[in-house]
């Protein structure tokens, strides 16, 4: 069996912090921001286990990249509409610079 790799248990613990955080935004924002917000979280759990399992890794491994990118306007946003405080926001934002750093490795690895 293989071992799964540190990036996917590292994002799927950031995956069910931030859901956590979601439920409890105001119902205004849960059903349209939150929810789509929660689907890009969930896309990139899947595809980064795709990426982990599929032959040709690099465009998938770009497009997480991107995907990262706009989880970090979003989590942004939820800070700047006071829907997360100012701690947890920090805390967000460095688990997901060291995934971004761990996915810039994976990237590198196979050869960009």
Do not use: C
Request: aromatic share 14%.
């Amino acid at each position: 069996m293989n071992k799964t790799p540190e990036i996917i248990i590292r994002y799927y613990e950031f995956l069910k912090w931030m859901m956590l955080h979601i439920e409890k935004y105001p119902k205004n924002q849960r059903y349209v921001f939150g929810k789509y917000f929660e689907e890009k979280l969930l896309n990139i759990l899947e595809d980064l286990i795709r990426g982990y399992y599929q032959k040709d890794k690099l465009a998938i491994l770009n497009q997480i990249n991107v995907d990262l990118d706009v989880i970090r306007y979003f989590i942004r946003l939820s800070r700047d509409l006071k829907l997360i405080t100012v701690k947890q926001y920090e805390y967000a934002i460095g688990i997901l610079l060291d995934i971004g750093r761990q996915l810039g490795g994976w990237i590198k690895s196979i050869g960009r």
